[in-house]
């Protein structure tokens, strides 16, 4: 033990600024450039690689449905319910406790008058099918049903949007 901590001091002296090297200090530098670089590359590279991975997942996504498509599909209800409160008025088919909604036109409330017709034209389907307002009563709902789905969807993308960071993370960690 002895023998090899005299070697060991020796070479330290041999080597360093004491005898005129710079030896040391450029071993020094090297292994620290050495540790840095593969800090670098086998750590930081590979994890922001990984976190680029994951957020792209969701940022390329593409959203089912547009806010634009969900606006158009809700204004193309609110045109349906209007051209259809506009017609019924003109039949009088619209009971006295329904006029209320008809008279509001900025709201959905057209959906009761609608819902009133057709509750009535149900009871004759096969002539309100051909010759009534059954048919229309139907598309309209499933507008409305439509436009429904859209909002829930939207809503799901705000939710997937807002923990995308633990959703990335939970994916990233393993089990």
Same mark, same amino acid.
């Not at 530098?29 to 750590?43: E, G, M, P």
């Not at 088919?93 to 149900?122: F, Q, R, T, W």
């Given at each position: 033990?002895?023998?090899?901590?005299?070697?060991?001091? @020796?070479?330290?002296?041999? /080597?360093?600024?004491? *005898?005129?090297?710079?030896?040391?200090?450029?071993?020094?530098?090297?292994?620290?450039?050495?540790?840095?670089?593969?800090?670098?590359? /086998?750590?930081? #590279?590979?994890?922001? *690689? $990984?976190?680029?991975? %994951?957020?792209?997942?969701? =940022?390329? =996504?593409?959203?089912?449905?547009?806010?634009? #498509?969900? #606006?158009?599909? =809700?204004?193309?209800?609110?045109?349906?319910?209007?051209?259809?409160?506009?017609?019924? @008025?003109?039949?009088?088919?619209?009971?006295?406790? %329904?006029?209320?909604?008809?008279?509001?036109?900025? *709201? $959905?409330?057209?959906?009761?008058?609608? !819902? /009133?017709?057709?509750?009535?034209?149900?009871?004759?389907?096969?002539?309100?099918?051909?010759?009534?307002?059954?048919?229309?009563?139907? %598309?309209? @709902?499933?507008?409305? !049903?439509?436009?429904?789905?859209?909002?829930? !969807?939207? #809503?799901?993308? @705000?939710?997937?949007?807002? *923990?995308?960071?633990?959703?990335?993370?939970?994916?990233?960690?393993?089990?």
């Amino acid at each position: 033990v002895a023998i090899a901590a005299i070697g060991a001091g @020796q070479f330290v002296i041999k /080597h360093s600024a004491l *005898n005129g090297s710079d030896d040391l200090e450029n071993w020094a530098k090297a292994s620290l450039q050495a540790v840095q670089a593969a800090w670098k590359t /086998h750590i930081v #590279e590979p994890l922001e *690689n $990984l976190q680029g991975e %994951l957020f792209n997942t969701f =940022r390329a =996504r593409p959203s089912i449905v547009s806010l634009e #498509e969900y #606006e158009a599909d =809700r204004d193309s209800l609110k045109r349906m319910l209007q051209s259809f409160k506009t017609d019924v @008025q003109t039949k009088s088919k619209i009971p006295s406790e %329904l006029k209320v909604a008809v008279d509001n036109p900025d *709201n $959905l409330e057209g959906l009761e008058v609608m !819902m /009133h017709c057709y509750e009535s034209e149900l009871k004759r389907p096969i002539k309100n099918l051909v010759a009534g307002d059954l048919m229309r009563s139907l %598309l309209i @709902q499933v507008q409305q !049903m439509k436009v429904n789905t859209e909002s829930a !969807m939207l #809503e799901i993308d @705000q939710i997937l949007k807002a *923990n995308e960071l633990s959703i990335s993370l939970v994916a990233a960690v393993p089990a």
